[in-house]
């Protein structure tokens, strides 16, 4: 079987949705978003910014929105997919052709592009602080440890603080920071290899 170069970026692992996705891109291809090809799938940008993403899962082809907690949302459309962990992506889910209304779709697609161009984003800074005392003593074990951190992004910082306290023995936690030294002090970010793209 040929490979179709065009259809292996629709997110779609089976294949159920080319058609529907297709029918969102025609769609999305009447606003000033530019395509490109992230984490192996069409996500839609603008001045470079995330502003939605399109896929085919198993029982639904979705729309999300990176930013979508700001859009008004008055008909009652988008969905937290994971209520503890995501604070602003949401996703509008369909499950055929006829569920997209084309007007509906460009409406929230807009308003998220306005979002976008008015600066509105939930800065990852703002979060509450996490504190790491495993993490904390072993900085004040080793100098050049703490140094390299220090030179992350707060970010970066925040995700390594993160990965080590959602842990919820002291076993794990010592354990992932075992794993994260190394990396820190090669000034490699948690997340750095799933941003190539």
Known sequence: MEPNSDKKYLWNSNHLWEEELL?????????ELVETIKWGGP???????????????????TIWFFNGVFLKDEKKK???AQEDKT???????????????????????????????QGKII???????????????????N??????????APYKQYEFLEYIETAKQ???????????????????????KYRKN
């Open 87 to 117: 604070k602003s992506l949401r996703q509008w889910r369909f499950t055929s052709k006829e569920e997209v209304n084309e007007k509906e779709v460009l409406a929230y697609i807009n308003e998220a592009i306005e979002n976008e161009k």
């Open 143 to 152: 100098p050049a440890l703490a140094e390299a951190f220090q030179k992350f």
């Open 78 to 80: 988008l969905v937290n």
């Open 123 to 141: 800065k990852p800074t703002k979060k509450e602080a996490i504190v790491s005392e495993l993490l904390q003593k072993e900085m004040d074990q």
């Open 43 to 61: 996500v839609y940008v603008f001045n470079n910014k995330n502003v939605i993403g399109i896929g085919g899962f198993k029982d639904y082809f």
């Open 170 to 192: 002291e076993k794990t936690k010592l354990t992932r920071i075992e794993k994260v030294i190394p990396m820190i002090l090669e000034n490699i970010g948690l997340n750095d």
């Open 23 to 31: 029918l969102l891109k025609s769609i999305i291809d009447k606003t």
